[in-house]
T-cell receptor, first 115, second 115 residues
């Protein structure tokens, strides 16, 4: 069974500053993938970044990067130089590598960006 | 860029009625999924579909639900007799070959309101 926990229901950041969203997970699978999805008010699910568990190097996508601590089962998202358009709900998700890849989501973190 | 599409964007139905939610996944994808999100809650897995059959389903996906891929492009979710608690956003997602990429791409969702 897989579980994903996001302990921060809400976070806020000033425009141009850096914010980190936390996520912990638990899985019985040795091969798995981790994702961060962004959900703006339109409720569209947008993939932000992914991390393969077998890779030690932390993934980065422009202003978005992760801190993947496999032993601690922690997968945090860092947003640098925050922009007003980053305001959204952010979901952490886990997909098992040996299953058919269903995503297990955390509860989400609402990010507010202040001008 | 290819995208997942869903119709309708919003469906209102009366309790006890049947609804069919439609999705067109990305054309060369092999794995298909339905998720739902009750307002204010996390995204929950319903069912995955691969090689023309259900590969995995959740406890939510009971006998009232069914999925079909009637032709080479559409992927449908049918709810046979809707209940008030079926009111939610329903997302379709698709994924390519796991050897190449493991991320799922989501459609814009169908908002189902049961009255």
């Amino acid at each position: 069974a897989q579980t994903v926990t996001q302990s921060q229901p809400e976070m806020s950041v000033q425009e141009a500053e850096t914010v980190t969203l936390s996520c912990t997970y638990d899985t019985s699978e040795s091969d798995y993938y981790l994702f961060w999805y962004k959900q703006p008010p339109s409720r569209q699910m947008i993939l932000v970044i992914r991390q393969e568990a077998y890779k030690q190097q932390n993934a980065t996508e422009n202003r978005f990067s992760v801190n993947f601590q496999k032993a601690a089962k922690s997968f945090s998202l860092k947003i640098s130089d925050s922009q007003l358009g980053d305001a959204a709900m952010y979901f952490c998700a886990n997909a098992g590598g040996t299953s058919y890849g269903k995503l297990t989501f955390g509860q989400g973190t609402i990010l507010t960006v202040h001008p | 860029e290819p995208e997942v599409t869903q119709t309708p964007s919003h469906q209102v139905t009366q309790m006890g009625q049947e609804v069919i939610l439609r999705c067109v996944p990305i054309s060369n994808h092999l794995y298909f999924y339905w998720y739902r999100q009750i307002l204010g809650q996390k995204v929950e897995f319903l069912v995955s579909f691969y090689n023309n059959e259900i590969s995995e389903k959740s406890e939510i996906f009971d006998d009232q639900f069914s999925v079909e891929r009637p032709d080479g492009s559409n992927f449908t979710l049918k709810i046979r007799s809707t209940k008030l608690e079926d009111s939610a956003m329903y997302f379709c997602a698709s994924r390519g070959d796991r050897a190449i990429a493991y991320e799922q791409y989501f459609g814009p969702g169908t908002r189902l309101t049961v009255t």
